[in-house]
């Protein structure tokens, strides 16, 4: 059975030069879809993808992936959310393209977020004036 993952990824400068996303295609047979890619002045690098395949080959690409010393953010999340500094302004609500901050309740009208919505897109974290959102990246 086909599940998909988000994986968050962390280069160290002397990995970045590894094919990594060649190997997970080619010998994992994963599809990947990438969020999100940023490398550092000190020529660090960041991803966010989603990994499409079987359980198994996930696994095992997860595990190829930390033997080759790509660190793996284990949450798989790039964006935090700290609830508290929300005022629920609403500001970030025409940003987010998937609908992960939304309103659930029309009569408390607080906005919600809904993990597994998120493409870490990061629009929020530039659009919320407050400092509720921010990227670990
Ligand atoms: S813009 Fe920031 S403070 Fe306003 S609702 Fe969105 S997350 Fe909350
Ligand atoms: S990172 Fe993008 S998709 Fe995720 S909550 Fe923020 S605006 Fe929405």
Do not use: W
Not at 17 to 38: G, M, Q, S, T, W
Not at 111 to 126: K, M, N, T, W, Y
């Amino acid at each position: 059975m086909m599940e998909s993952k988000k994986i968050c990824l962390f280069f160290p400068k002397s990995e970045k030069e590894k094919p990594i996303i060649y190997h997970l295609v080619k010998d994992y047979d994963l599809v990947i879809n990438i969020f999100r890619a940023k490398i550092t002045a000190e020529e660090e690098g960041y991803l966010v993808i989603d990994v499409k395949g079987t359980k198994e080959n996930i696994a095992k690409a997860m595990e190829y992936m930390r033997k080759s010393n790509v660190v793996l953010n284990e949450t798989n999340r790039g964006l935090q959310r700290d609830k508290d500094k929300c005022v629920h302004c609403g500001n970030c609500l025409s940003h987010c393209p998937t609908k992960a901050l939304h309103i659930a309740n029309q009569k408390t009208r607080k906005i919600e977020f809904d993990e597994s919505l998120c493409i870490e897109c990061l629009a929020c974290v530039r659009n919320c004036p407050f400092g509720a959102c921010s990227s670990i990246f």
